[in-house]
Protein backbone atom coordinates (compact mmCIF):
# COMPACT_ATOMS: atom_id res chain seq x y z
CA UNK A 1 0.00 0.00 0.00
CA UNK A 2 1.12 3.40 -1.04
CA UNK A 3 2.46 5.33 2.29
CA UNK A 4 1.11 9.33 2.47
CA UNK A 5 5.10 10.37 1.34
CA UNK A 6 5.01 8.38 -1.18
CA UNK A 7 1.72 9.32 -2.53
CA UNK A 8 2.95 12.83 -2.45
CA UNK A 9 6.37 12.13 -4.01
CA UNK A 10 4.26 10.22 -6.92
CA UNK A 11 1.93 13.99 -7.33
CA UNK A 12 5.03 15.69 -7.22
CA UNK A 13 6.68 14.01 -10.25
CA UNK A 14 2.97 14.52 -12.18
CA UNK A 15 2.73 17.44 -14.28
CA UNK A 16 0.14 19.67 -12.71
CA UNK A 17 -1.94 20.85 -15.47
CA UNK A 18 -3.86 23.42 -13.69
CA UNK A 19 -7.41 24.75 -14.70
CA UNK A 20 -6.18 26.97 -17.10
CA UNK A 21 -8.85 28.66 -19.29
CA UNK A 22 -7.73 26.59 -22.94
CA UNK A 23 -8.07 22.94 -20.53
CA UNK A 24 -11.71 23.47 -20.48
CA UNK A 25 -13.97 21.47 -23.09
CA UNK A 26 -16.91 23.79 -23.27
CA UNK A 27 -17.67 27.12 -21.84
CA UNK A 28 -20.69 28.64 -20.57
CA UNK A 29 -21.74 31.77 -22.73
CA UNK A 30 -24.14 34.23 -21.89
CA UNK A 31 -26.74 36.55 -23.06
CA UNK A 32 -28.21 39.38 -21.25
CA UNK A 33 -30.17 42.84 -21.21
CA UNK A 34 -27.89 45.98 -21.64
CA UNK A 35 -30.83 48.15 -20.86
CA UNK A 36 -33.53 47.88 -18.38
CA UNK A 37 -34.66 44.62 -19.09
CA UNK A 38 -37.38 43.32 -22.37
CA UNK A 39 -34.49 43.72 -24.66
CA UNK A 40 -35.53 40.65 -26.36
CA UNK A 41 -33.88 38.33 -24.57
CA UNK A 42 -36.23 35.11 -24.93
CA UNK A 43 -36.12 35.64 -28.52
CA UNK A 44 -32.46 34.93 -28.90
CA UNK A 45 -31.84 32.80 -26.46
CA UNK A 46 -34.88 30.85 -28.42
CA UNK A 47 -33.06 31.82 -31.79
CA UNK A 48 -29.41 30.59 -30.32
CA UNK A 49 -30.88 27.57 -28.29
CA UNK A 50 -30.34 24.66 -30.93
CA UNK A 51 -26.18 25.43 -30.55
CA UNK A 52 -26.63 24.41 -26.92
CA UNK A 53 -27.12 21.91 -24.66
CA UNK A 54 -27.65 23.43 -21.78
CA UNK A 55 -29.94 26.71 -21.22
CA UNK A 56 -29.73 28.33 -18.41
CA UNK A 57 -31.95 31.11 -15.52
CA UNK A 58 -29.27 32.39 -13.41
CA UNK A 59 -31.12 35.48 -11.41
CA UNK A 60 -34.32 37.20 -11.46
CA UNK A 61 -37.74 34.95 -10.97
CA UNK A 62 -41.22 35.95 -12.32
CA UNK A 63 -40.80 40.08 -12.76
CA UNK A 64 -39.13 38.66 -16.21
CA UNK A 65 -41.83 38.19 -18.85
CA UNK A 66 -39.38 37.02 -22.33
CA UNK A 67 -41.89 36.93 -25.49
CA UNK A 68 -41.51 33.98 -27.86
CA UNK A 69 -43.19 34.01 -31.36
CA UNK A 70 -42.68 31.34 -34.33
CA UNK A 71 -44.83 29.33 -36.34
CA UNK A 72 -47.20 32.16 -35.95
CA UNK A 73 -47.55 31.36 -31.82
CA UNK A 74 -46.71 33.92 -29.36
CA UNK A 75 -45.49 32.78 -26.05
CA UNK A 76 -44.31 34.51 -23.07
CA UNK A 77 -42.14 32.85 -20.24
CA UNK A 78 -41.69 33.60 -16.60
CA UNK A 79 -40.02 31.42 -14.81
CA UNK A 80 -38.78 28.61 -17.60
CA UNK A 81 -35.90 29.12 -19.45
CA UNK A 82 -36.38 29.96 -22.65
CA UNK A 83 -34.62 26.94 -24.40
CA UNK A 84 -37.45 24.87 -23.53
CA UNK A 85 -39.04 24.70 -27.13
CA UNK A 86 -35.84 23.32 -28.24
CA UNK A 87 -35.90 19.82 -28.70
CA UNK A 88 -33.01 18.12 -26.62
CA UNK A 89 -32.35 21.17 -24.65
CA UNK A 90 -32.08 20.61 -21.38
CA UNK A 91 -33.51 23.64 -19.15
CA UNK A 92 -31.80 24.70 -15.46
CA UNK A 93 -33.56 27.06 -13.22
CA UNK A 94 -30.24 27.97 -11.33
CA UNK A 95 -29.84 28.68 -7.55
CA UNK A 96 -29.45 32.43 -8.20
CA UNK A 97 -33.43 32.75 -9.12
CA UNK A 98 -36.47 33.47 -7.18
CA UNK A 99 -39.09 31.34 -7.80
CA UNK A 100 -42.67 31.05 -7.08
CA UNK A 101 -44.82 27.20 -7.04
CA UNK A 102 -47.42 29.07 -7.78
CA UNK A 103 -46.71 30.79 -11.36
CA UNK A 104 -44.34 28.17 -11.85
CA UNK A 105 -47.03 25.65 -11.74
CA UNK A 106 -49.34 27.84 -13.95
CA UNK A 107 -46.40 28.75 -16.76
CA UNK A 108 -45.89 24.71 -16.70
CA UNK A 109 -49.66 23.96 -17.02
CA UNK A 110 -50.21 25.97 -19.94
CA UNK A 111 -47.08 24.81 -21.86
CA UNK A 112 -48.43 21.55 -21.27
CA UNK A 113 -51.87 22.13 -22.38
CA UNK A 114 -50.98 24.55 -25.57
CA UNK A 115 -47.84 22.21 -26.89
CA UNK A 116 -47.87 18.83 -25.02
CA UNK A 117 -44.48 19.43 -23.68
CA UNK A 118 -43.74 16.97 -20.70
CA UNK A 119 -41.59 19.73 -18.56
CA UNK A 120 -40.55 16.84 -16.09
CA UNK A 121 -37.63 15.70 -18.68
CA UNK A 122 -35.97 18.38 -19.59
CA UNK A 123 -36.25 20.91 -16.56
CA UNK A 124 -34.04 20.77 -13.92
CA UNK A 125 -34.75 23.65 -10.81
CA UNK A 126 -32.07 24.15 -8.07
CA UNK A 127 -32.61 22.78 -4.78
CA UNK A 128 -30.84 26.34 -3.60
CA UNK A 129 -33.44 28.66 -5.42
CA UNK A 130 -35.42 31.02 -3.26
CA UNK A 131 -38.62 30.54 -2.78
CA UNK A 132 -41.42 33.09 -2.81
CA UNK A 133 -44.17 32.73 -0.67
CA UNK A 134 -47.34 34.13 -0.71
CA UNK A 135 -46.67 36.80 2.18
CA UNK A 136 -43.30 37.73 0.62
CA UNK A 137 -45.75 39.32 -2.82
CA UNK A 138 -47.85 41.27 -0.03
CA UNK A 139 -44.62 42.36 1.59
CA UNK A 140 -43.70 44.08 -1.36
CA UNK A 141 -47.13 45.92 -2.49
CA UNK A 142 -46.82 47.20 1.29
CA UNK A 143 -43.36 48.57 0.57
CA UNK A 144 -44.93 50.14 -2.51
CA UNK A 145 -47.49 51.67 -0.92
CA UNK A 146 -45.27 52.65 1.99
CA UNK A 147 -42.78 54.86 -0.40
CA UNK A 148 -46.00 56.39 -2.06
CA UNK A 149 -43.84 59.00 -5.09
CA UNK A 150 -40.91 57.02 -4.42
CA UNK A 151 -42.18 53.70 -5.22
CA UNK A 152 -39.75 51.43 -7.57
CA UNK A 153 -42.50 50.38 -9.78
CA UNK A 154 -42.02 46.89 -9.01
CA UNK A 155 -43.53 44.25 -10.84
CA UNK A 156 -44.74 43.21 -7.23
CA UNK A 157 -44.12 39.56 -7.79
CA UNK A 158 -42.09 39.54 -4.41
CA UNK A 159 -39.10 39.79 -5.92
CA UNK A 160 -37.37 42.17 -3.24
CA UNK A 161 -38.96 40.68 -0.16
CA UNK A 162 -37.73 36.90 -1.26
CA UNK A 163 -34.48 38.35 -2.10
CA UNK A 164 -33.67 40.30 1.24
CA UNK A 165 -34.78 36.89 3.83
CA UNK A 166 -32.38 35.44 1.34
CA UNK A 167 -28.97 37.70 1.82
CA UNK A 168 -30.91 37.99 5.82
CA UNK A 169 -30.60 34.25 5.87
CA UNK A 170 -33.93 33.97 6.63
CA UNK A 171 -35.59 32.44 3.57
CA UNK A 172 -36.37 29.35 1.99
CA UNK A 173 -35.10 27.45 -0.24
CA UNK A 174 -36.81 24.94 -3.09
CA UNK A 175 -34.68 21.87 -1.28
CA UNK A 176 -37.10 22.81 1.79
CA UNK A 177 -40.50 21.25 0.44
CA UNK A 178 -38.37 17.66 0.41
CA UNK A 179 -38.29 18.48 4.43
CA UNK A 180 -40.73 16.75 6.89
CA UNK A 181 -39.71 20.32 8.71
CA UNK A 182 -41.29 22.31 5.65
CA UNK A 183 -44.18 23.54 6.79
CA UNK A 184 -42.74 24.19 10.77
CA UNK A 185 -39.96 26.31 8.66
CA UNK A 186 -42.74 27.93 6.43
CA UNK A 187 -44.41 29.48 9.38
CA UNK A 188 -41.34 30.71 11.25
CA UNK A 189 -40.61 32.64 7.67
CA UNK A 190 -44.34 34.24 7.66
CA UNK A 191 -44.82 35.08 11.49
CA UNK A 192 -41.97 37.23 10.67
CA UNK A 193 -43.35 38.62 7.82
CA UNK A 194 -47.13 39.26 9.52
CA UNK A 195 -45.10 41.46 12.28
CA UNK A 196 -43.64 43.41 9.44
CA UNK A 197 -46.92 43.78 7.20
CA UNK A 198 -48.56 44.93 10.58
CA UNK A 199 -46.11 47.36 11.66
CA UNK A 200 -46.82 48.62 7.38
CA UNK A 201 -49.75 48.47 8.82
CA UNK A 202 -51.30 46.30 5.80
CA UNK A 203 -53.48 43.45 6.48
CA UNK A 204 -52.84 39.87 4.52
CA UNK A 205 -56.13 39.65 2.93
CA UNK A 206 -57.05 36.29 1.43
CA UNK A 207 -53.84 34.36 2.82
CA UNK A 208 -55.58 31.25 3.74
CA UNK A 209 -56.35 30.64 0.53
CA UNK A 210 -53.17 31.87 -1.24
CA UNK A 211 -51.79 29.37 1.12
CA UNK A 212 -53.64 26.78 -0.17
CA UNK A 213 -52.52 27.30 -3.53
CA UNK A 214 -49.26 27.89 -2.55
CA UNK A 215 -48.97 24.06 -0.60
CA UNK A 216 -50.10 22.33 -3.26
CA UNK A 217 -47.76 24.00 -6.04
CA UNK A 218 -45.21 23.04 -3.39
CA UNK A 219 -46.69 19.31 -3.95
CA UNK A 220 -46.71 19.46 -7.74
CA UNK A 221 -42.76 20.89 -7.87
CA UNK A 222 -41.47 17.33 -6.07
CA UNK A 223 -42.28 15.56 -9.68
CA UNK A 224 -39.61 17.76 -11.60
CA UNK A 225 -35.98 17.35 -10.97
CA UNK A 226 -34.62 19.18 -7.97
CA UNK A 227 -30.81 18.62 -8.01
CA UNK A 228 -27.57 20.54 -7.07
CA UNK A 229 -27.64 22.23 -10.63
CA UNK A 230 -23.79 23.60 -9.72
CA UNK A 231 -22.78 19.93 -10.30
CA UNK A 232 -25.08 19.05 -13.16
CA UNK A 233 -24.11 22.59 -14.83
CA UNK A 234 -20.15 21.84 -14.21
CA UNK A 235 -20.07 18.34 -15.16
CA UNK A 236 -22.18 19.37 -18.53
CA UNK A 237 -19.16 21.63 -19.46
CA UNK A 238 -16.16 18.97 -18.13
CA UNK A 239 -18.08 16.67 -20.82
CA UNK A 240 -17.88 19.16 -23.89
CA UNK A 241 -21.59 20.52 -23.42
CA UNK A 242 -21.78 23.69 -24.12
CA UNK A 243 -24.33 26.05 -21.82
CA UNK A 244 -26.21 29.31 -22.32
CA UNK A 245 -26.88 31.33 -19.32
CA UNK A 246 -29.83 33.61 -20.17
CA UNK A 247 -30.03 36.52 -18.35
CA UNK A 248 -33.44 38.10 -17.02
CA UNK A 249 -33.75 42.23 -16.56
CA UNK A 250 -31.27 44.61 -17.57
CA UNK A 251 -27.63 45.80 -16.28
CA UNK A 252 -29.03 49.06 -15.49
CA UNK A 253 -31.52 47.01 -13.29
CA UNK A 254 -28.84 45.58 -11.64
CA UNK A 255 -28.67 46.02 -7.56
CA UNK A 256 -25.41 47.29 -7.53
CA UNK A 257 -24.85 49.43 -10.82
CA UNK A 258 -27.93 49.94 -11.89
CA UNK A 259 -29.42 53.48 -10.82
CA UNK A 260 -30.42 52.54 -7.26
CA UNK A 261 -32.46 52.15 -5.70
CA UNK A 262 -34.98 52.32 -8.99
CA UNK A 263 -33.21 48.54 -9.24
CA UNK A 264 -34.34 44.76 -9.34
CA UNK A 265 -32.58 42.90 -6.49
CA UNK A 266 -30.48 40.79 -8.20
CA UNK A 267 -27.13 40.32 -10.08
CA UNK A 268 -28.19 40.97 -13.33
CA UNK A 269 -24.77 41.18 -14.62
CA UNK A 270 -22.62 38.57 -15.89
CA UNK A 271 -20.82 38.70 -12.46
CA UNK A 272 -24.03 37.17 -11.25
CA UNK A 273 -23.42 34.07 -13.83
CA UNK A 274 -21.00 33.02 -11.57
CA UNK A 275 -23.09 33.35 -8.03
CA UNK A 276 -26.11 32.35 -9.56
CA UNK A 277 -25.55 29.15 -11.28
CA UNK A 278 -22.42 27.91 -9.58
CA UNK A 279 -19.78 28.01 -12.61
CA UNK A 280 -16.01 30.07 -11.89
CA UNK A 281 -15.01 32.85 -13.85
CA UNK A 282 -12.62 31.11 -15.74
CA UNK A 283 -15.66 29.70 -17.59
CA UNK A 284 -17.20 32.20 -19.11
CA UNK A 285 -16.85 32.09 -22.88
CA UNK A 286 -18.87 34.65 -25.18
CA UNK A 287 -21.25 37.23 -23.91
CA UNK A 288 -24.06 38.27 -25.73
CA UNK A 289 -24.97 42.04 -25.04
CA UNK A 290 -28.55 42.50 -26.33
CA UNK A 291 -30.46 45.82 -26.97
CA UNK A 292 -32.56 47.84 -28.20
CA UNK A 293 -32.15 50.23 -31.41
CA UNK A 294 -33.50 52.91 -29.13
CA UNK A 295 -34.31 52.76 -25.37
CA UNK A 296 -37.54 51.35 -23.05
CA UNK A 297 -37.90 51.21 -19.28
CA UNK A 298 -41.09 50.28 -17.56
CA UNK A 299 -41.33 51.30 -13.90
CA UNK A 300 -39.66 54.43 -11.83
CA UNK A 301 -36.32 55.77 -11.32
CA UNK A 302 -33.88 57.75 -14.14
CA UNK A 303 -34.21 57.50 -18.39
CA UNK A 304 -32.16 60.73 -19.46
CA UNK A 305 -33.34 60.35 -23.43
CA UNK A 306 -36.88 59.39 -22.25
CA UNK A 307 -39.52 61.03 -25.06
CA UNK A 308 -42.22 62.47 -23.59
CA UNK A 309 -43.70 63.63 -27.19
CA UNK A 310 -45.28 62.34 -29.88
CA UNK A 311 -42.00 60.86 -31.37
CA UNK A 312 -42.50 58.59 -27.91
CA UNK A 313 -45.86 58.15 -28.98
CA UNK A 314 -44.61 56.59 -31.83
CA UNK A 315 -42.31 54.28 -30.84
CA UNK A 316 -43.98 52.89 -28.07
CA UNK A 317 -47.00 52.21 -30.61
CA UNK A 318 -44.41 50.66 -33.27
CA UNK A 319 -42.55 48.82 -31.09
CA UNK A 320 -45.66 48.06 -29.33
CA UNK A 321 -43.91 48.85 -26.34
CA UNK A 322 -46.31 47.32 -23.46
CA UNK A 323 -44.65 45.03 -20.47
CA UNK A 324 -44.99 40.84 -20.94
CA UNK A 325 -45.55 40.60 -17.10
CA UNK A 326 -47.56 43.72 -15.76
CA UNK A 327 -48.90 44.97 -19.16
CA UNK A 328 -47.72 48.64 -18.29
CA UNK A 329 -46.77 50.75 -21.08
CA UNK A 330 -42.64 51.07 -20.94
CA UNK A 331 -41.20 54.73 -21.72
CA UNK A 332 -39.70 55.23 -24.85
CA UNK A 333 -36.59 56.76 -25.79
CA UNK A 334 -34.02 57.07 -28.14
CA UNK A 335 -30.73 54.89 -27.81
CA UNK A 336 -28.13 55.87 -24.75
CA UNK A 337 -24.78 55.58 -25.77
CA UNK A 338 -23.36 56.41 -22.36
CA UNK A 339 -25.47 53.96 -20.78
CA UNK A 340 -24.53 51.43 -23.61
CA UNK A 341 -20.97 52.02 -23.08
CA UNK A 342 -21.37 51.28 -19.26
CA UNK A 343 -23.05 47.98 -19.56
CA UNK A 344 -20.53 46.36 -21.99
CA UNK A 345 -17.56 47.40 -19.77
CA UNK A 346 -19.59 45.91 -17.18
CA UNK A 347 -20.20 42.89 -18.44
CA UNK A 348 -17.09 41.89 -20.87
CA UNK A 349 -19.74 41.78 -23.88
CA UNK A 350 -17.95 40.23 -26.63
CA UNK A 351 -21.23 40.12 -29.58
CA UNK A 352 -23.96 42.77 -29.76
CA UNK A 353 -27.56 41.73 -30.63
CA UNK A 354 -29.18 44.82 -31.76
CA UNK A 355 -33.05 44.78 -31.95
CA UNK A 356 -36.35 45.64 -32.98
CA UNK A 357 -34.40 47.94 -35.35
CA UNK A 358 -37.69 47.82 -37.72
CA UNK A 359 -39.71 49.81 -34.96
CA UNK A 360 -37.32 53.05 -36.15
CA UNK A 361 -38.66 52.62 -39.81
CA UNK A 362 -40.91 55.24 -39.85
CA UNK A 363 -38.46 57.74 -38.57
CA UNK A 364 -36.42 59.90 -40.61
CA UNK A 365 -33.98 60.57 -38.51
CA UNK A 366 -32.86 59.10 -35.88
CA UNK A 367 -30.60 61.02 -32.17
CA UNK A 368 -28.56 58.92 -30.30
CA UNK A 369 -27.63 60.58 -27.04
CA UNK A 370 -23.68 60.35 -26.95
CA UNK A 371 -23.36 62.49 -23.52
CA UNK A 372 -24.96 64.02 -20.79
CA UNK A 373 -24.55 67.31 -19.40
CA UNK A 374 -24.43 68.08 -15.85
CA UNK A 375 -26.99 70.53 -14.21
CA UNK A 376 -22.96 72.58 -13.53
CA UNK A 377 -22.44 72.80 -16.90
CA UNK A 378 -20.02 69.86 -17.02
CA UNK A 379 -20.21 67.39 -19.91
CA UNK A 380 -19.53 63.62 -18.80
CA UNK A 381 -19.95 60.22 -20.88
CA UNK A 382 -20.31 58.21 -17.56
CA UNK A 383 -22.91 57.57 -15.38
CA UNK A 384 -23.13 60.26 -12.94
CA UNK A 385 -23.71 58.70 -9.11
CA UNK A 386 -26.58 60.85 -8.23
CA UNK A 387 -28.47 60.02 -11.35
CA UNK A 388 -31.53 60.08 -9.86
CA UNK A 389 -31.34 63.33 -7.76
CA UNK A 390 -29.69 64.92 -10.79
CA UNK A 391 -30.90 65.88 -14.13
CA UNK A 392 -28.79 65.02 -16.68
CA UNK A 393 -29.44 66.81 -19.78
CA UNK A 394 -28.71 64.09 -22.83
CA UNK A 395 -26.38 65.67 -25.66
CA UNK A 396 -27.34 63.88 -28.97
CA UNK A 397 -26.17 63.20 -32.93
CA UNK A 398 -28.18 63.32 -35.45
CA UNK A 399 -28.11 60.49 -37.93
CA UNK A 400 -30.26 59.51 -40.68
CA UNK A 401 -33.04 57.05 -40.37
CA UNK A 402 -33.81 54.31 -43.46
CA UNK A 403 -37.19 55.33 -43.59
CA UNK A 404 -38.55 52.26 -45.13
CA UNK A 405 -39.64 48.31 -44.80
CA UNK A 406 -37.43 45.95 -43.46
CA UNK A 407 -39.57 43.03 -44.19
CA UNK A 408 -38.51 39.92 -45.97
CA UNK A 409 -34.60 40.98 -45.86
CA UNK A 410 -32.62 38.04 -44.95
CA UNK A 411 -29.15 39.17 -45.21
CA UNK A 412 -27.09 41.68 -43.81
CA UNK A 413 -25.93 43.54 -46.98
CA UNK A 414 -29.26 43.56 -48.19
CA UNK A 415 -30.39 46.02 -45.32
CA UNK A 416 -30.82 49.72 -46.48
CA UNK A 417 -27.69 51.84 -46.53
CA UNK A 418 -28.51 54.15 -43.72
CA UNK A 419 -29.25 51.08 -41.54
CA UNK A 420 -25.92 49.69 -41.88
CA UNK A 421 -24.62 53.15 -41.39
CA UNK A 422 -26.55 52.96 -37.55
CA UNK A 423 -25.01 49.84 -37.04
CA UNK A 424 -21.47 50.63 -37.98
CA UNK A 425 -21.75 53.85 -35.85
CA UNK A 426 -22.96 51.92 -33.16
CA UNK A 427 -19.98 49.32 -33.43
CA UNK A 428 -17.76 52.37 -33.58
CA UNK A 429 -18.85 54.09 -30.40
CA UNK A 430 -18.94 51.10 -27.98
CA UNK A 431 -16.39 49.21 -30.11
CA UNK A 432 -18.05 45.77 -29.87
CA UNK A 433 -19.00 44.29 -33.50
CA UNK A 434 -23.04 43.63 -33.98
CA UNK A 435 -23.54 40.21 -34.59
CA UNK A 436 -27.26 40.38 -35.14
CA UNK A 437 -29.86 42.29 -35.90
CA UNK A 438 -33.71 41.50 -35.45
CA UNK A 439 -36.38 43.34 -37.67
CA UNK A 440 -39.23 41.55 -36.27
CA UNK A 441 -40.58 39.43 -32.67
CA UNK A 442 -40.53 36.24 -34.78
CA UNK A 443 -37.46 33.90 -34.40
CA UNK A 444 -37.12 34.00 -37.92
CA UNK A 445 -36.56 37.39 -38.28
CA UNK A 446 -33.13 37.61 -37.04
CA UNK A 447 -30.37 38.44 -39.38
CA UNK A 448 -26.48 36.90 -38.79
CA UNK A 449 -23.68 38.43 -39.94
P1 LIG B 1 -37.29 40.16 -22.88
O1 LIG B 1 -37.86 40.37 -21.54
O2 LIG B 1 -35.93 40.74 -23.02
O3 LIG B 1 -37.34 38.74 -23.33
O4 LIG B 1 -38.21 40.98 -23.90
P2 LIG B 1 -39.82 41.07 -23.87
O5 LIG B 1 -40.38 39.82 -24.39
O6 LIG B 1 -40.30 41.55 -22.56
O7 LIG B 1 -40.05 42.29 -24.84
C1 LIG B 1 -39.59 42.30 -26.16
C2 LIG B 1 -40.80 42.51 -27.08
O8 LIG B 1 -40.33 42.85 -28.36
C3 LIG B 1 -41.62 41.25 -27.25
O9 LIG B 1 -42.96 41.62 -27.45
C4 LIG B 1 -41.05 40.64 -28.53
O10 LIG B 1 -41.98 39.82 -29.21
C5 LIG B 1 -40.75 41.88 -29.32
N1 LIG B 1 -39.63 41.78 -30.27
C6 LIG B 1 -38.48 41.07 -30.18
N2 LIG B 1 -37.68 41.34 -31.21
C7 LIG B 1 -38.33 42.23 -31.99
C8 LIG B 1 -38.00 42.89 -33.21
O11 LIG B 1 -36.93 42.74 -33.78
N3 LIG B 1 -38.95 43.74 -33.71
C9 LIG B 1 -40.15 43.96 -33.10
N4 LIG B 1 -40.99 44.82 -33.66
N5 LIG B 1 -40.47 43.35 -31.95
C10 LIG B 1 -39.58 42.50 -31.40
P1 LIG C 1 -37.31 41.04 -18.27
O1 LIG C 1 -36.53 39.83 -17.87
C1 LIG C 1 -38.28 45.20 -17.47
C2 LIG C 1 -38.33 46.47 -13.30
C3 LIG C 1 -39.66 46.84 -12.69
C4 LIG C 1 -39.23 47.87 -11.66
C5 LIG C 1 -37.90 47.29 -11.17
C6 LIG C 1 -38.01 46.48 -9.89
O2 LIG C 1 -38.61 40.73 -18.88
O3 LIG C 1 -36.47 41.97 -19.06
P2 LIG C 1 -39.01 44.08 -9.28
O4 LIG C 1 -40.30 43.43 -9.65
O5 LIG C 1 -37.80 43.36 -9.71
O6 LIG C 1 -38.97 44.47 -7.83
O7 LIG C 1 -39.04 45.51 -10.06
O8 LIG C 1 -37.41 46.48 -12.21
N1 LIG C 1 -38.28 45.13 -13.91
C7 LIG C 1 -38.26 44.90 -15.22
N2 LIG C 1 -38.35 45.76 -16.25
N3 LIG C 1 -38.11 43.88 -17.70
C8 LIG C 1 -37.98 43.02 -16.67
O9 LIG C 1 -37.66 41.72 -16.86
C9 LIG C 1 -38.10 43.51 -15.36
N4 LIG C 1 -38.06 42.96 -14.13
C10 LIG C 1 -38.17 43.95 -13.26
O10 LIG C 1 -40.53 47.39 -13.65
O11 LIG C 1 -38.96 49.09 -12.29
MG1 LIG D 1 -39.55 41.21 -20.65
Not at 220 to 243: C, D, I, M, P, R
Request: aromatic share 8%; glycine share 8%; net charge negative.
Amino acid sequence: MATAKSQIAKTKNKKFKGTKRDTFKSMVDILLGLQWGDEGKGKIVDVLAPKYNVVARFQGGPNAGHTLEFDGMKHVLHQIPSGVFREDCMNVIGNGVVLDPVIFKKEVESLTEKFKMDLTKNLVISTKTAIIIPTHRMMDAAQEKAKGDAKIGSTLKGIGPTYTDKVSRHGLRLGDILSDKFQEKYEAVKARHLQWLSFLEYTPEGLEEAEAIFFAACDFLKSFKLAETEYLVNKELAKGNSVLAEGAQGSLLDIDFGSYPFVTSSSTTAAGVCSGLGVAPNKIGEVYGIFKAYCTRVGSGPFPTELFDNTGEEMRREGNEFGATTGRPRRCGWLDLPALKYTVMLNGVTQLVMMKADVLNIFENLEVCTAYKLPNGEVTEEMPYDICDTEVTPIYTTVKGWNCSLEGITDFDKLPQELKDYVAYIEEQVGVPIKFVSTSPDRTATIAR
